[in-house]
């Protein structure tokens, strides 16, 4: 009779070593691309969601910033060529601008 206790073990074992293993279900972040160029932002303005993440191209032939209007963030000065990202984990609309360049401004929109 001690068949029958290991063989239901045994069973039940196997049984849950053969159940699927549940998936995560999420959403993988996404990055945005800015590039800077002609003294402008382009695009101007970009809309993203909560964690993804904008990353600015200096293609310009003068050193620009990305920089926030508020708190947020500041990519200190960008020679050509180089590249600043930010995550933005808060949902709103940030405006942001060159400090080198008042005139350039941008906006990102985060759903």
């Given at each position: 009779m001690r068949i029958l206790p290991t063989l239901l073990a045994t069973l039940s074992l196997g049984a849950s070593l053969a159940a699927p293993a549940a998936a995560s279900v999420g959403t993988a972040a996404a990055q945005t691309t800015?590039?800077?160029e002609d003294f402008r932002f382009v695009p101007r303005s970009v809309t993203v969601n909560a964690g993804d993440s904008v990353r600015w191209?200096?293609?310009?032939?003068?050193d620009h910033t990305t920089t926030s209007d508020g708190p947020g963030w500041d990519s200190g000065e960008l020679p050509p060529g180089s590249s600043f990202t930010?995550?933005?984990?808060?949902q709103g609309t940030f405006t942001y601008h060159c400090s080198i360049h008042p005139d350039m401004t941008g906006s990102v929109t985060v759903q």
């Open positions: 800015v590039v800077i191209i200096n293609n310009d032939n003068a930010h995550t933005f984990t808060t």
